[in-house]
C-alpha cells in the first residue's frame, strides 16, 4: 500500500468555476543523505524472562500456526551465528563439544508423507542440521532451537554432555519410562522430532489434543495437580501440547524464570519464554522474522527503493541480539510485510513495533495497518523518535469488508537519519463496538459514501490542512437549485433501536456570506419513515450543527443523514461528520426509569418527574429528572463499558434548565476516558427557565474501557432538570 501523496489543489467544482477560491500551491522539499548503512557488532547475553509477564501466557495459543511452520526464518549461516552468540560461554568441558562446536554424519532419508527427501553428509554442523531438517519437514528452524533449550538446555550450555545430544529433542523420552534408543542421537532426534509434528498435523483428528476445540490439559503428571480446560487456537499449539502434556499452572507463571510449586510443569512455558526472548512474540500474527533475529525474512520495501539492513549487536537491539536498518532519501517511503490472514468484518487486527533513531535527531513518519483484498481499509499512528526505543501501536477495525492479507508497514517521513526497527507483534481479535457509522466522516482524501441526496449538486474534496476543521481534507459542495442534498445511506441491524445523532462542521466559503441549509437525519426501510430536521446557519467559521431522531426496534433497516442546500450562491464546506447511537441508558428517563444513572461525587438528591405530575413540558418524551445538592461539586453521572480506539471522539450532550426561572444554576458537563490513562473534556454551564443544549466532546488520545458521562451541580439552593442526556 503506497503512502497517500498530497496534491495541494483543491479540484473545481463542475459547473461552478471559480467558486471554490484559489488554487493551493505545493512545496516539495528535497534533503539529500547518505545512502549507505553501517553495521556495528557487541556480544551480550539476551534479556532475561523478567521482561515478560506471565499474565500473557495464553495457553490456548502459545505459538502461531504461520511461526511454527515457517521454514525460511533462518538460513544456515544464521543459525550458525546464532549458535556462535549464545554459546560465547561455553568452553566443552563436559566432554562433547558444545553445540557451536558439533559435527556430525548424517543419514540420508528417503521422502515420507511428512518430509521431503533428506540428503545425508559427513561433518554436519548442528546449524546445518536444524536448518536443513527444518526445510525438510516445513518446521521453523528457531522451533528447533527452542526445543533444543527446553529440552536439555544445550543452546545456552557452558558445557555438555553426549547424554545431552544423545536425547537432545527429548524424542521418545516418556515421563514413565526410559528413552527409546532407537532414536538416539542429535541428527535423528532433530529429524524425527520435526517429522512427529508434521505427523501430528497431518493426522490432526487421531490425536487426544485437536485444535478447534475445548481440551482439558493437566498441570502436571501427577493427575492429583488437577487440569483445567484450555480452547486450543490452532495445529501448532495442539502440536505442542501432543508432545508435552501440560499447562503451566499459576506457581509456573509467576515465576517465569525459576520454580513454581509442587504442581508445576514447565515444558511448554519455557517454549514460550525462550521463543519470546529469543525472537519475539510467537503468537506474532504470521509475521516473519518478527524480531529479525537472524536476518528481515519477509520484510521489504513497501512503496519505493529504501536503504535496509539486519545487523547483530545485543547492545543496540530492543530484543534478542538483531535488529533491523533502514533509511531514505524520499520522504513517505516505506517498510512493510504482508500477511495471509483472513479477517472478517467485525474482527480487528493490532500491531505493535518498536522504534529508534540511530542518532539524537528525531525520525518521524506513522506505522499502519492495511487490509488488503475487498475493500481496502487501513489505520496509522503517527511516530517520532530519538535515540531511545518507543513501543508504537496501531490497530485496525474491521467495519467495511472482510480481507485475505493484512500489511504492517512503517513510513518514514524524515531523510537525516536512519530508523531502527525491533521487537513487531501482530494480533487478531474482535473489534470494539462500531462508534462512528458514516463512511469517510472527515472527507480524507475521498468522498466516500457521500452522494447527491436529493437531486444533482456540485462536490469536490480539497487537500488544505490549514482550512479543514480537522486532519488534511474536507468536503465542499454547491447548487444553483434550492433543496438539492448531500447524503449518505447506511444500513443498520433490524433490531436497532433508541436515539441516533448526526452532526457536521460546517462554514461558509465566503466569510462575508452566510451559507443556509437543513440538517436531517431519516431512518427508513419501516412502514413509514422517521425524521429529524434541524435548520442552520453557516458562516465565515466552522460550527458544529447536529440533528438527532429517534428509532424504535425493527421500524428501520437504513438511516439517510443528509445536508440540504438552501443557498445558492454560495459553497458550503463540511467536515468531520459523525453518525452514532445513543449509548446512555435512559438519556431522557422515559417511563421514569432511572437505569444506569448515580451519584458520581458527594451527595445529590435525585426524582424522575412525568409532563401529566408536574406540569412541565420535557425537552424530549414525557418525563425529566429533577436534581439538587446542598454541596457544591457533587455530580450525577452513568459510566458506560466501551472498549475504545484512539482517534475516536465521543460527545456527551444534555438538555439542563432551572427550575426556578428567577434564578440560575450553575455548574459543569465532563465526558471522562477511564481505564488506563485518564482523559477528561469539561463544558460550564449556567441556566435559567428554558432548556438549554449543553456538549462537552472528548477526542480520545489513549484507549479507554469505559466511559462516564458527568454533570457537576455548582449552585445550591436550587433545583436543576435534566432530559435528552446523550452519549455518542
Excluded at 509456573?252 to 525472537?279: E, H, I, K, P, T
Aim: hydrophobic share 35%; net charge neutral.
Amino acid at each position: 500500500m503506497s503512502a497517500m501523496r498530497n496534491t495541494g489543489a483543491r479540484p473545481r467544482l463542475l459547473g461552478r468555476p471559480g467558486r471554490l477560491g484559489r488554487l493551493l500551491a505545493s512545496v516539495a522539499a528535497v534533503v539529500v543523505v547518505t545512502a549507505g548503512l553501517t553495521a556495528v557488532g557487541q556480544s551480550i547475553q539476551p534479556p532475561s524472562a523478567e521482561a515478560l509477564s506471565g499474565s500473557s501466557f495464553d495457553p490456548g495459543n502459545i505459538i502461531s500456526d504461520a511461526t511454527f511452520f515457517d521454514s525460511t526464518t533462518l538460513s544456515e549461516s544464521a543459525v550458525q551465528s546464532f549458535l556462535t552468540d549464545h554459546g560465547s560461554n561455553c568452553s566443552g568441558a563436559g566432554g562433547s563439544p558444545c553445540l557451536k562446536d558439533f559435527t556430525a554424519t548424517t543419514a540420508s532419508r528417503a521422502a515420507t508423507a511428512y518430509c521431503s527427501a533428506y540428503t545425508g553428509r559427513s561433518g554436519e554442523t548442528a546449524a546445518q542440521i536444524i536448518a536443513r531438517v527444518g526445510v525438510a519437514c516445513d518446521i521453523n528452524p528457531q522451533v528447533l532451537l527452542v526445543m533444543l533449550q527446553k529440552e536439555q538446555g544445550l543452546v545456552d550450555a557452558r558445557s555438555t554432555t553426549a547424554g545431552q545430544y544423545r536425547s537432545a529433542l527429548g524424542f521418545g523420552c516418556p515421563d514413565t519410562a526410559a528413552c527409546d534408543s532407537t532414536y538416539y542421537g542429535f541428527f535423528n532426534q532433530v529429524y524425527s522430532a520435526a517429522s512427529q509434528f508434521q505427523r501430528y498435523t497431518k493426522n490432526s483428528t487421531s490425536w487426544s489434543y485437536q485444535p478447534g476445540r475445548v481440551n482439558n490439559i493437566l498441570y502436571n503428571p501427577n493427575a492429583s495437580c488437577g487440569s483445567s480446560p484450555v480452547f486450543i487456537q490452532n495445529q501448532a499449539t495442539a502440536n505442542l501440547y501432543i508432545y508435552t502434556p501440560y499447562q503451566p499452572n499459576a506457581a509456573a507463571l509467576a515465576n517465569l524464570g525459576g520454580v513454581g510449586d509442587g504442581c508445576s510443569a514447565y515444558g511448554n512455558r519455557n517454549f514460550w519464554v525462550y521463543f519470546s526472548n529469543w525472537f519475539g512474540d510467537p503468537t506474532g500474527g504470521g509475521l516473519r522474522s518478527p524480531s529479525f533475529e537472524g536476518g528481515s525474512a519477509g520484510w521489504g520495501a513497501g512503496n519505493g527503493t529504501v536503504n535496509q539492513a539486519s545487523y547483530r549487536d545485543p547492545s543496540i537491539a530492543q530484543n534478542g541480539s538483531w535488529f533491523f536498518a533502514s533509511n531514505t532519501a524520499v520522504p513517505g517511503r516505506s517498510i512493510a510485510q504482508d500477511v495471509t490472514r483472513t479477517v472478517s468484518v467485525g474482527g480487528q487486527a493490532s500491531a505493535s513495533i518498536w522504534l529508534r533513531s540511530a542518532t539524537s535527531a528525531a525520525a518521524t513518519g506513522r506505522v499502519a495497518l492495511w487490509g488488503l483484498g475487498g475493500q481496502t481499509e487501513g489505520g496509522s499512528t503517527a511516530y517520532s523518535v530519538t535515540n531511545t526505543w518507543q513501543k508504537v501501536t496501531v490497530k485496525l477495525p474491521v467495519r467495511q469488508s472482510a480481507h485475505q492479507t493484512v500489511r504492517l508497514e512503517v513510513y518514514m517521513d524524515t531523510t537525516s537519519t536512519t530508523l531502527y526497527f525491533d521487537n513487531a507483534t501482530l494480533t487478531f481479535g474482535q473489534a470494539p463496538p462500531l462508534k462512528e457509522l458514516l463512511s469517510t466522516p472527515g472527507f480524507e482524501n475521498t468522498l466516500g459514501g457521500w452522494v447527491p441526496g436529493n437531486g444533482q449538486l456540485n462536490q469536490a474534496i480539497y487537500n488544505d490542512p490549514a482550512a479543514s476543521h480537522s486532519g488534511s481534507w474536507f468536503g465542499a459542495t454547491n447548487t444553483t437549485t434550492p433543496g438539492r442534498s448531500l447524503a449518505q445511506q447506511v444500513s443498520v441491524p433490524a433490531s436497532s433501536s433508541g436515539r441516533f445523532t448526526f452532526s457536521i462542521w460546517v462554514r461558509s466559503a465566503f466569510p462575508d456570506r452566510p451559507f443556509s441549509g437543513r440538517l436531517a437525519l431519516w431512518g427508513l426501510g419501516g412502514a413509514s419513515p422517521v425524521v429529524s430536521s434541524a435548520d442552520f446557519t453557516a458562516s465565515g467559521s466552522w460550527t458544529r450543527v447536529s440533528v438527532t431522531t429517534d428509532v424504535s426496534s425493527g421500524s428501520i433497516s437504513s438511516l439517510k443523514p443528509e445536508v440540504y442546500l438552501l443557498s445558492t450562491d454560495n459553497t458550503l464546506y463540511l467536515d468531520d461528520g459523525s453518525l452514532s447511537r445513543n449509548i446512555l441508558t435512559a438519556g431522557s428517563f422515559e417511563s421514569g426509569s432511572f437505569s444506569g444513572w448515580g451519584t458520581g461525587n458527594g451527595s445529590i438528591n435525585t426524582a424522575v418527574y412525568s409532563a401529566a405530575g408536574s406540569g412541565v413540558t420535557p425537552q424530549n418524551g414525557s418525563y425529566f429528572l429533577a436534581t439538587n445538592t446542598g454541596t457544591v461539586g457533587s455530580s450525577l453521572s452513568q459510566d458506560v463499558r466501551r472498549q475504545t480506539i484512539v482517534g475516536d471522539s465521543y460527545t456527551a450532550e444534555v438538555w439542563l434548565r432551572s427550575a426556578d426561572p428567577t434564578k440560575t444554576f450553575s455548574g459543569t458537563l465532563a465526558v471522562w476516558g477511564l481505564g488506563g490513562t485518564v482523559e477528561v473534556n469539561t463544558t460550564p454551564f449556567t441556566v435559567r427557565g428554558g432548556w438549554t443544549r449543553v456538549v462537552a466532546t472528548l477526542p480520545l488520545a489513549q484507549e479507554h474501557s469505559s466511559l462516564r458521562f458527568e454533570i457537576y451541580e455548582n449552585t445550591t439552593g436550587n433545583t436543576l432538570w435534566v432530559d435528552g442526556a446523550q452519549l455518542y
